[in-house]
C-alpha cells in the first residue's frame, strides 16, 4: 500500500548514484592537491592518474551494495529515517569493501583521496534524496495526488491504524473513514460511515483506493465476503491481524520420541541469538563507553554543581520475563520527583494512563537538554554490562504500569529489555511505550542482529533530529 517511489524511479536512483560515485571519485582526485593543507595529508602538486578501471569498479560495488541493503526498497524507505538507515549501512559495507580492493590492487592511491572520496560521496547520496523527497511532497501537493483508504472496522486495531496515518501526515496518505457493524460505535464515532455490508458503495462513492480490513479474530469470517463483494473493483485489499490475540511466544517444532509436538511457549530467541546479542552488546558498550566516558563526566559534574546530589536516578524496572533490576539515569528531575508522580499522570481519550508528558514541571532546567539529547540514558550501559539489559529491545517498563497491562501485553518480555528499539525510533516519548506494545512485538517477531544494527543507527539519526524526547 505504502510505497515511496515507483519501480521507475528505483532505475532512476540506481543511475544517479553509480555517477554520483563515479563524479566523486574524480571531484576528490581534483581537490587532492588543495587537500594537502592538512597536517595528515602528504603534498602533492598536481591531481594523481586514476585507473580507467575505478571509476567502473567502485560504482559498480557501491551500487551492488546498496541494491541488497534495500536501499531501492520503496516500501522500505517510505521514512526519511528508514532510508537514511539503510543509506549509512550500505555506505560503510561499501567504504570497508572499496578498501579491500584497493589494498589488494591499486595500493597507491592515495589514502586522504579515498577517505574523502568515502565522505563525499555519503554526502551527497543524502542530499540529492532529499530534494527528491522535497520535490516529491511539492508534486503531491500541487496535484492532489494521495491514497485514500477506508478502514473496515473501527476496533482498536482500526483505531491504531487511522492514529499512525495521521502521525505521519508526509506519507501521501488520508483516512477516508471506517465501516462497522456496531450500532453503539456508529452512534458514537461520526467518522463510521456505515455498516460492512455498504463497503462496495462507498468504494466507489468515495473513490477508495485502498481498503484495510482491521476485523477481530471473532469475525474473521467477513474477510471472505468482503474480499468477494470488492472483487472487481479497482482497489487494494488489505488485512491486518488482530496483534491482541497473538501466541505469547514464538512457536516451535520440537520431536518428542519420534514424534513431532508444538511447542507454544518456544522461547523468542534461540541459543545462538542470545549468545550473538550479548556478544554484540558486549563489545559495542565496551568502546561505546570508554569514549563517552569523559562525556558523562562532565554531565555528572553539571548535574552536581547545578542541581547537587545525587547525580544518578535509580528505579527498579520489569526486565525480561518479569525479573526486577534496578535502572539507573542521570537525574534529570527534582529530588522529590517521585512523590510528585500521581500529580502529573493523565488520562488518554481512551481511558488508559499515561505516566509522561512534554511538559512535566518536575523536570529541571538541565535535565530538558539532557533528555533532548537522550544523554541522560547514559547510564544505562552500565545496565548492559551487567546483563539486566540489551543495546537494543523492548524498554524496561515501571513495575505499577506492569500490573495494568493486558495478557497480550506482557509478550514484550520474552526478549532482553533494551536502551533502544523498534518503539523508540517510531515516536519516543511521543508514544507512550505501555499504550503502544505492538512495536515491540513486531521486534521480537522479526528479530535479528541485522535488526538491532539498523535500530541503533535509526536511533542516532532520531536524537540528532531531537523528536519526541521529553
Known amino acids: 500500500m505504502l510505497r515511496r517511489f515507483s519501480t521507475n524511479f528505483a532505475v532512476f536512483s540506481i543511475v544517479v548514484d553509480l555517477f554520483v560515485v563515479a563524479f566523486s571519485l574524480w571531484f576528490i582526485n581534483q581537490l587532492r592537491p588543495i587537500l594537502s593543507v592538512f597536517s595528515f595529508a602528504k603534498q ?11 571509476y567502473i569498479v567502485f560504482p559498480l560495488v557501491w551500487g551492488l551494495i546498496m541494491i541488497f541493503s534495500a536501499v531501492y526498497d520503496g516500501r522500505k524507505n517510505i521514512r526519511i529515517i528508514d532510508e537514511f538507515t539503510n543509506l549509512t549501512i550500505s555506505s560503510v559495507l561499501a567504504g570497508i569493501a572499496l578498501a579491500g580492493i584497493l589494498y589488494l590492487t591499486y595500493r597507491e592511491t592515495s589514502r586522504v583521496t579515498f577517505v574523502f572520496f568515502t565522505l563525499t560521496t555519503y554526502v551527497l547520496l543524502i542530499l540529492w534524496r532529499v530534494l527528491a523527497r522535497g520535490l516529491y511532497r511539492w508534486r503531491n501537493r500541487s496535484t492532489g495526488n494521495v491514497s485514500r483508504i477506508l478502514i473496515v472496522g473501527a476496533g482498536p486495531v482500526g483505531q491504531d491504524i487511522e492514529t499512525r496515518i495521521l502521525e505521519n501526515p508526509h506519507l501521501n496518505v488520508s483516512t477516508t473513514g471506517f465501516l462497522d457493524d456496531d450500532e453503539k460505535k456508529r452512534a458514537q464515532n461520526p467518522k463510521i460511515l456505515g455498516n460492512i455490508s455498504m463497503v462496495r458503495s462507498i468504494v466507489n462513492e468515495k473513490k477508495i483506493t485502498d481498503v484495510i480490513i482491521a476485523l477481530p479474530t471473532r469475525a474473521y469470517e467477513k474477510v471472505t465476503t468482503l ?5 472487481d473493483q479497482p482497489v487494494r485489499i488489505w488485512v491486518v491481524p488482530d496483534y491482541f490475540s497473538l501466541s505469547l511466544h514464538h512457536t516451535g517444532m520440537e520431536d ?4 513431532p509436538m508444538l511447542n507454544l511457549r518456544a522461547a523468542a530467541l534461540s541459543e545462538y541469538q542470545r549468545m550473538l546479542k550479548r556478544t554484540f552488546d558486549l563489545v559495542f ?29 535509580s528505579q527498579p524496572r520489569v526486565g525480561e520475563n518479569g525479573k526486577m533490576f534496578m535502572f539507573y539515569k542521570f537525574r534529570t528531575m527534582v529530588r522529590d520527583a517521585e512523590a510528585q508522580q500521581r500529580q502529573v ?22 535535565g530538558r537538554i539532557l533528555r533532548r539529547l537522550s544523554l541522560d540514558e547514559l547510564p544505562q550501559f552500565f545496565n548492559v554490562l551487567r546483563g539486566n539489559m540489551s543495546l537494543v529491545g523492548p524498554r524496561p517498563e515501571l513495575p505499577y504500569l506492569v500490573d495494568l497491562y493486558k495478557p497480550w ?8 529489555q533494551g536502551m533502544t528499539g523498534w518503539w523508540q525510533i517510531h515516536g519516543r516519548s511521543d508514544k507512550p511505550m505501555h499504550l503502544h506494545t505492538e512495536d515491540d512485538l513486531y521486534y521480537i517477531q522479526n528479530y535479528s542482529i541485522w535488526l538491532d544494527i539498523r535500530i541503533i543507527i535509526q536511533t542516532v539519526w532520531i536524537i540528532i533530529r531531537g523528536k519526541g524526547a521529553y
Open 44 to 54: 602533492i602538486d598536481v591531481p594523481p592518474p586514476i585507473p580507467l578501471q575505478m
Open 227 to 231: 474480499v468477494k463483494e470488492l472483487d
Open 256 to 259: 518428542f520420541l519420534n514424534l
Open 285 to 313: 558498550t565496551i568502546i561505546i563507553f570508554i569514549l563517552l566516558l569523559p562525556i558523562m563526566a562532565v554531565i555528572a559534574g553539571l548535574i552536581l554543581i547545578i542541581d547537587g546530589a545525587p547525580i544518578l536516578y
Open 345 to 366: 499522570e493523565v488520562l488518554s481519550e481512551q481511558g488508559e494512563l499515561v505516566h509522561k508528558t512534554k511538559d512535566d514541571p518536575r523536570v529541571t532546567r538541565l
Open 409 to 416: 501485553q506482557r509478550k514484550r518480555f520474552a526478549v532482553p
